[in-house]
């Protein structure tokens, strides 16, 4: 099983960034995906979801209007487009899948950086 993210880097405030998460291993239709981010000195707090059942998104509110989650289920990955970002997106976003009903089926990616600053 391999969940492997790209696309993080250094962007300037107001800056956009495409993260991607590529799936291996595992039947990725099956799965609800999701991005969560870790920032020096806090705990992994989660950023977005999308349900493989209707495709459903839920975002955290500090990112609302500004992250959009999607996924291609034909190429097993799953994006978030970060639009607009602030230094306090700074931080490793991390890929997660989990089973739609056998919730302790469960993975994760070995994150990317994202760091916001001028």
């Known amino acids: 099983v391999q969940l492997v993210e790209s696309g993080g880097g250094l962007v300037q405030p107001g800056g956009s960034l495409r993260l991607s998460c590529a799936a291996s291993g595992f039947t990725f239709s099956t799965y609800d995906m999701s991005w969560y981010r870790q920032a020096p000195g806090k705990e992994r707090e989660l950023v977005a979801t999308?349900?493989?059942?209707?495709?459903?998104?839920n975002y955290a509110d500090s990112v609302k209007g500004r992250f959009t989650m999607s996924r291609d289920n034909a190429r097993n990955t799953v994006y978030l487009q970060t639009n607009s970002l602030k230094p306090e997106d700074t931080a490793v976003y991390y890929c997660?899948?989990?089973?739609?009903?056998?919730?302790?089926?469960?993975?994760w990616g070995q994150g990317t950086q994202v760091t916001v600053s001028s």
């Open positions: 997660n899948a989990q089973h739609f009903w056998a919730r302790s089926s469960m993975f």
């Open positions: 999308i349900r493989t059942v209707g495709g459903t998104t």
